[in-house]
C-alpha cells in the first residue's frame, strides 16, 4: 500500500518561502518519478512541477519557473518543494503524487498514488 504523506504548508506573506517535504512508502520510492500539483478553491488541479526516479530530470510549469525547486532524496524516500518569491496566487493545496509509468507526464491522470494534501497560503 502506497502512502504519500505532505507536510510544511502554512500561512506566509507574499515573497516569503516555504520547503513542502512528501514522504513516500509502501514501494520502492528511488523506482518512481514524482509529481506536485496543486488546487486552489474553485479551480482545477493543476501541474506544478515533475522530478524524474533519479531526480536527473525535472520540469516546471511556466507559472513557478524560476522560483520553485523540486528535488528528491531517495535514501529518505523524500521529495522536496521549495518555494520562494511566493505570490497571493499561489495560494492552493498543494499535493504530491507518484507515477507508476516510464517519462515525464503533467497530467493528474498520469499519477496513481497521492497524497492528502497541505495548505499553502500567501497574504499580500
Known amino acids: 500500500q502506497v502512502q504519500l504523506v505532505e507536510s510544511g504548508g502554512g500561512l506566509v506573506q507574499a515573497g516569503g518561502s516555504l520547503r513542502l517535504s512528501c514522504a513516500a512508502s509502501?514501494?520502492?520510492?528511488?523506482?518512481?518519478?514524482m509529481g506536485w500539483f496543486r488546487q486552489a478553491p474553485g479551480k482545477e488541479r493543476e501541474f506544478v512541477s515533475y522530478?524524474?526516479?533519479?531526480?536527473?530530470?525535472?520540469y516546471y510549469a511556466d507559472s513557478v519557473k524560476g522560483r520553485f525547486t523540486i528535488s528528491r532524496d531517495n535514501a529518505k524516500n523524500t521529495v522536496y518543494l521549495q518555494m520562494n518569491s511566493l505570490k497571493p496566487e499561489d495560494t492552493a493545496v498543494y499535493y504530491c503524487?507518484?507515477?507508476?509509468?516510464?517519462?515525464?507526464?503533467?497530467?493528474?491522470?498520469?499519477?496513481?498514488?497521492w497524497g492528502q494534501g497541505t495548505q499553502v497560503t500567501v497574504s499580500s
Open positions: 503524487a507518484q507515477r507508476s509509468g516510464s517519462g515525464y507526464s503533467y497530467t493528474p491522470r498520469g499519477y496513481d498514488y
Open positions: 509502501g514501494r520502492t520510492f528511488s523506482n518512481y518519478a
Open positions: 522530478i524524474s526516479s533519479s531526480g536527473g530530470n525535472t
